[in-house]
Nanobody, 124 residues
């Protein structure tokens, strides 16, 4: 069983930054691919970023590439999402996700474990 708890969300002005964190309660955190997804009101949950368990390779949605950075600290069982140059369209609930499959996925169905989410609001 994997429990994920996100933190770091909040209200920020356009152009500002936020750092989201996800703490995982699992012994073998280093074996999990980790992902971040987001869901805006009235929209489907969408992929934001992911990081591989093995190589640390990172993946980003085109909409956040160059602005967001994902990282993981296996010693602390955490994965972070540094979000810079935030835009109003980044407003959403952000979810942390984990899965044991070989490569990180880009779809909701690729992940078996989810956190409760943290709200990010970017004002214009």
């Amino acid at each position: 069983q994997v429990q994920l708890v996100e933190s770091g969300g909040g209200l920020v002005q356009a152009g500002g930054s936020l750092r989201l964190s996800c703490a995982a309660s699992v012994r073998t955190f280093s074996a999990y691919n980790m992902g971040w997804f987001r869901q805006a009101p009235g929209k489907e949950r969408e992929f934001v970023s992911a990081i591989s368990w093995s190589s640390g390779r990172t993946y980003y949605a085109d909409s956040v590439k160059g602005r967001f950075t994902i990282s993981r600290d296996n010693a602390k069982n955490t994965v972070n999402l540094q979000m810079n140059s935030l835009k109003p369209e980044d407003t959403a609930v952000y979810y942390c996700a984990a899965d044991l499959d070989g490569l990180p996925g880009f779809h909701v169905t690729d992940y078996g474990y989810w956190g409760q989410g943290t709200q990010v609001i970017v004002s214009s």
